[in-house]
């Protein structure tokens, strides 16, 4: 024997209530127009809630999808004109570099005395290579020799060569500690010895009788010179019969790309 519990008989109740009203209004609307009438507008408006909220609910289903759309196509594009865009400073960068090579080519070409160089890209520079020495592209292949001097912007004298490889060379700084270099004063007219500390650091001692000022140029010497820097530190004793002089060369070796090496 089945056993059914309250719940269960409360459900069958209201179901067969629901039956009997709607059997009522079927058997009115048959034949009565008013009521039949009547059954339809209560029978729309009970479910019309639930065909506007479908309608509802499929509609945001269509913006849900058309924004996940529209959102996966702005990405793609904020992906494209990111890649645009490093491309573009990529160009920007060659295109700075090219104009600041290009800018120490014609430097270098327009010396008055028309010298003739090789051209060499610096490899190596401190602290990657030894202090006061740098690396150059250029070697034998290139026609580069020992003793050769490296000249940079044309005009400014920054070492010689001391070591050739195949497509290479080491250049010594000026500035090698224990580095000699003939030099003249260019204001003073005298000659003296320069003579490297390290760091891009020179020095140069001359007699306490020459006047000096900050910032007179230094120069090689010889008819075609090249600048070595200007004073800078001027260290003089009045019981001492010479002052030192203490400057620095007049290139940032950081900035500096190409050099020429003077056949």
Known sequence: MTKIYPQNRDRQK????????????????????????FAVKTIVSATSPIFKFSRFAAEK????????????SLDEELNS?????IELENEIILLESAKKENEELKIMLSRPDKKSYILGSI????PQSPYDMIMVDA????????????VAYGSVLIGRVVEVFPSASKIKLVSYPGEETNLIMENAKISAIGLGLGGGNIEVKIPSSVKINSGD?????GTSHYLLGTADKIEADALNPFQKIIFRMPVNLNELQKIGIEK
């Open 61 to 72: 289903k269509n913006d849900f999808f058309f924004l996940f759309r529209n959102k996966q």
């Open 14 to 37: 209201i179901r067969k209530t629901w039956i009997f009203i709607f059997a009522v209004f079927a058997l009115l609307g048959a034949t009565n127009g008013e009521v039949r009438g």
């Open 217 to 221: 140029k230094i120069n090689t010497e």
């Open 139 to 150: 070697g034998s292949d290139n026609g580069v020799k020992n003793g050769m001097r490296a």
């Open 81 to 85: 004109l990111r890649e645009k865009n």
């Open 123 to 126: 490899i190596s520079r401190p």
